[in-house]
């Protein structure tokens, strides 16, 4: 009985170290994450910022913007997270990425994102052209007239292709993905362990904060 109980113990034992040593493994780089080479400048050289590309006709996007929405709120005041939409090469994806930069200058974003979402993966909503989203957008209690006057706008116009470029720039080899700080990815599986990618992201953040404290990684 005695050597029955040390046995255990010793399994006990043996369990706990391996769950601890687990939890505290670090990111590996190359495989949770990538370096950036060159790194990019980001939209605020003041704080880490943490970069979301993504495309509202993705299902993976689609999945992974909830998570990130409620991650992006708890983040400390030195780090920013914000949200590019790309077309990464779809010419069917233009339309709604032009759609978020005309949204997003009527500052109507945050209370149509999730309804655009549901309207395209959920309801089979086909957003695929000016007309389209217009029309879909009138019956969300949003002024066409005012909306189409930001689609055709030269600064959306334009925000929609420098988006495509930054794209280019970090080589995106699809979406979602994450960035921080110009310097990392992280390329987001929709493999419902959203929790873990998303601690990548908070070691990434660390690991840049150190780095731009002038100390070395880990320490």
Not at 86 to 109: C, D, E, R
């Amino acid at each position: 009985m005695i050597l029955e109980m040390r046995s255990m113990t010793r399994i006990a034992a043996a369990l706990a170290l391996a769950a601890s040593q687990a939890v505290s493994a670090a990111p590996v780089a190359e495989k949770d994450y990538f370096a950036i080479n060159p790194a990019q400048p980001t939209s605020d050289s003041t704080k880490i910022v943490v970069t979301e590309f993504f495309s509202y006709q993705c299902p993976h996007c689609y999945s992974f913007a909830k998570p990130f929405a409620a991650w992006s709120k708890s983040l400390p005041t030195d780090v920013k997270a914000e949200l590019v939409a790309v077309s990464i090469g779809h010419t069917t994806w233009m339309p709604m990425a032009q759609t978020f930069y005309a949204l997003k200058a009527m500052n109507a974003v945050p209370a149509l994102d999730d309804s655009i979402f549901t309207a395209i993966h959920r309801q089979g909503a086909q957003l695929v052209n000016e007309a389209s989203i217009a029309a879909w957008l009138g019956k969300q209690g949003v002024n066409s007239d005012e909306f189409t006057k930001y689609y055709r706008s030269f600064s959306v116009q334009l925000n929609t292709r420098r988006a495509d470029e930054l794209s280019r720039s970090y080589r995106l080899p699809s979406v979602p993905v994450l960035t921080v700080d110009g310097k990392y990815m992280i390329r987001i599986s929709d493999n419902g362990k959203f929790g873990e990618q998303l601690e990548v992201a908070n070691y990434l953040i660390d690991k840049a904060r150190k780095e731009r404290a002038g100390a070395k990684p880990g320490r």
